[in-house]
């Protein structure tokens, strides 16, 4: 079955195609087509891991243009990340789309919504399965490209407009970087092909400063679509779109597109350190950084926002610190539990018309699927065992320990304000009493609570297949030589199980007991209150230093175009066009009269001579003689 892997990403794309050209006349206006070509990929992927987990593998190659001596070529990869990646993937697109059916039910391009999720899955199933850097740039460009459409999917809201011009602004500066690195690696080694370019590292062909740069380049793509420090602005109004787009962007496509991009090309990192001191430095920062943020958010998929891109730093950190299989056995969780709290969010939304979690309250009675599945997320997403998130954020913490205690504390401090404010959103939306009565909540259909009981149960329990009393079989099936390998140090695991319970109580003293208040913290710390609810001005900094110096240039250049380049153009055309008319009137009253005077004194001449021509020969004869007389005469008198 493996060798049929190519069909994965297809089904999707030729969803796509058919929802576009037939639309409503097809099954469920098309979203029958697109869940089922998603859950029919979900199959083949759930056979390809089985194979894999066999100890099948599969490669194809082929020759796509040569160029010179040089070659490019593509193809498809199945190893264990691969088939990881197209399970993961396949899954939660398919629960994800099928919850759309009723979140989307009346929208007016609901069969357009369906098309943009069939494209975006089959591009990230692409992306997973290539072999090369040329196959993974296409589909992370059409991942981009999908980003885009989906989080302006409500384009006549401004809003939604701008987020996504933003999101497709933003990303494109960590593309053009990773395109460079691309381009670098190319005309280093000759080729494109990850198997080559990994053994060419290694024998060392490209080391040094130079394959540092090739690292860093490449991780720059990973920046932009995973939202590290500085090009994480994009994220959080991402939140513009659909909630079944933002769940879909936030677990298993966009966001865990660089992330996999890492690892895919890890061995370039592992020989090159300090590219990967940088992905953990930059993987720290970015987990702290956000989810201080998240804790003074008031709109529920904000909060979330800020959530996904503190996980990613937290992969970026197990990574950088050589835990490989953590990093990736994070993103594996993480995509679990994060879709679970985005469609659970959705779900909220859904029945109170409104994000913000100050206007809700008392959910929990009326809500009840909706209220345990966002908690069983919850509990994930802090860290408490045994669910999904504990396991791997754990192992994460325990690698970044034993290679920079630096790097380990600012993980621990992100994982306290992650409970903090995860169980923040919970109280205010579940517990005490509903704060608006514009809205009368009730329990979701079917068809949105089945998947998220399905993920709830995910979140459970799929963290076992990387505990350390069960062998760590997740960590010994992906796993790079080299790196860390799994171990357990339970002082460690007691340390950041209790900082994740201190964030619950910490949430619960402030918002279930109110035993302190929260405005008075607030007012007491309202520097830094105001720095992280401002979200450290870094949309005030890209404004004020790029996007205003931006426009007024665009403006000045505008004018010089206007006045300088089209002033330069029309000038010439004045010019050609005074040079015409008076070429006109020359032609006119020069060229044509001398043309008119020569056939008038032809026409003269003519008349004259016309008279001469008499048809006697007696009068030839006589104008010879006197001509041969003048020329006598001339002669003569010479």
Known sequence: MVQYAWLIPLLPAVAFVLIIFLGRRLPGEGAY??????????????????????????????????????????????????????????????????????????????????AYLSLFSGSMLLLTIANNFLVIYVAWELVGLCSYLLIGFWFER???????????????????????????????????????????????????????????????????????????VWLPDAMEGPTPVSALIHS???????????????????????????????????????ATIGIAQDDIKRVLAYSTISQLGYMMLGLGVLGYSAGVFHMMTQAVFKSLLFLAAGSVIHAMHTNDIKEMGGLRETMPITYWTFLIGGLALAGIPPFAGFWSKDEILLEAFHRDKVLFALGLVAAFFTSFYIFRVIFYTFFGQQRTHTAHPHESPPVMTIPLVILATGATFIGFVGAPFLGSPFQHFIHFEGAGEPAVDVLLMAVSVGVGLLGVLAAALLYYWRVLSSETLKQRLRPLYLLVKNKYYWDEFYLAVIVKPGLALAKLLFRFDLGVIDGIVNAVGYLFVILSRLYRI???????????????????????????????????LLAIALGVLVLVMVGVFR
Do not use: C
């Open 252 to 290: 298993a496509t966009m966001v865990a597109a660089g992330v996999y991009l890492v690892a895919r090309t890890y061995p370039i990192f592992f020989h090159a350190p300090d590219a990967l001191r940088t992905v953990a430095l930059i993987g720290a920062l970015t987990a702290l950084m956000a």
């Open 586 to 620: 020359f032609d006119l009253y020069v060229v044509d009269g001398i043309v008119n005077l020569v056939g008038w004194v032809t026409k003269t001449v003519g008349s004259a001579l016309r008279y001469i021509q008499t048809g006697r020969a007696e009068n030839y």
């Open 158 to 232: 401004p809003a939604a407009a701008r987020a996504s011009l933003k999101a497709f602004l933003v990303t494109r500066v960590g593309d053009f970087f990773m395109f460079l690195g691309i381009l670098l690696l190319f005309f280093t080694l000759g080729t494109l092909h990850f198997g080559t370019i990994f053994e060419k590292v290694e024998a060392g062909e490209l080391a040094g400063p130079l394959l540092t740069l090739a690292a860093i380049l490449v991780y720059g793509g990973a920046v932009g679509k995973s939202a590290q420090i500085p090009l994480h």
């Open 33 to 114: 087509v697109a869940i089922g070509a998603i859950a029919l990929s979900a199959l083949l992927a759930l056979g390809v891991f089985v194979q894999v987990l066999g100890g099948a593998r599969y490669e194809t190659l082929l020759s796509w243009a040569p160029i010179g001596e040089r070659s490019i070529e593509v193809g498809f990869l199945i190893d264990p990340l691969a088939s990881m990646m197209l399970v993961l993937v396949g899954v939660i697109a398919t629960l994800i789309q099928i919850y759309s059916i009723g979140y989307m039910h009346g929208d007016p391009r609901y069969p357009r919504f369906f």
